[in-house]
């Protein structure tokens, strides 16, 4: 099966609420990478985490310290802008990156 | 400079005749890895170059051919391309041997097989 469960796989917000991604790991990960794709299909990096929480402006994640198995996005004040969709990665020692299968995420006024 | 580079950006390619995509970045990155990604689909791992050394992915082993002849290019090869070769490609490289595991993403390849 799957080791990356992304979900949830569609999210629709109004703009000024918050909100949470997560994946959960099938087995212990080393780190984890959440990206956003841009409109060209591109993937841009949002966060690296072995380990803890990181923010930047209204963006956190986390990722579980203790087991290891499962990582959060969470999305603060949503706008326009946020719409998309993310990805989250994770990494089970060889540098090899397991993919989720994504959330659609569509910020409406 | 986190930038990784990526060559061609669109790709139109029959049936049969082969493709090559380049990568490059100029992070002196220790590791390059190719990427497939289709619509609706996660971003699959095809195989990765550390130093010199060529992983490939068990169920894409013998669908793609790679070379790195510098650190900072790595190829991505299609002997024959099948319709079903119709995705993204999306080049990554990383420096392992510091930790710093971040794989930072060129902006990909369009390849459309007719």
């Known amino acids: 099966g799957d080791q990356v469960e992304q979900s949830p796989s569609a999210l629709s917000l109004h703009e000024g609420t918050d909100s949470a991604l997560r994946c959960n790991f099938t087995?212990?990960?080393?780190?984890v990478q959440w990206f956003r794709q841009n409109s060209r299909g591109s993937l841009i990096s949002l966060f690296y985490?072995?380990?803890?929480t990181k923010e930047n402006g209204r963006l956190k994640s986390a990722f579980d310290s203790k087991e290891r198995r499962y990582s959060t996005l969470h999305i603060r004040d949503a706008q326009l802008e946020d719409s998309g969709t993310y990805f989250c990665?994770?990494?089970?020692?060889?540098?090899?990156?397991?993919f989720g299968k994504g959330t659609v995420l569509l910020v409406s006024p | 400079d986190t930038t990784v580079k990526q060559n061609p950006r669109y790709k139109l390619a029959r049936v049969g005749k082969p493709v090559n995509l380049i990568c490059s970045q100029t992070?002196?990155?220790?590791?390059m890895y190719w990427y497939q990604k289709k619509p609706n689909q996660a971003p699959k791992l095809l195989l990765f170059?550390?130093?010199?050394?060529?992983?490939r992915e068990a169920d894409t082993f013998e669908k793609f051919q790679s070379s790195r002849p510098n650190n900072s290019f790595c190829s991505l090869y299609i002997g024959s391309a099948g319709l079903e070769y119709s995705a993204m490609y999306l080049c990554?490289?990383?420096?392992?041997?510091?930790?710093?595991?971040?794989?930072?993403f060129g902006p990909g390849t369009r390849l459309l097989v007719l």
């Open positions: 985490l072995a380990s803890g």
């Open positions: 992070m002196n990155h220790d590791t």
């Open positions: 087995t212990t990960m080393r780190s």
């Open positions: 990554a490289s990383s420096r392992v041997d510091r930790g710093q595991d971040t794989q930072y």
């Open positions: 990665a994770a990494d089970s020692g060889y540098n090899k990156l397991t």
């Open positions: 170059y550390y130093d010199k050394i060529l992983n």
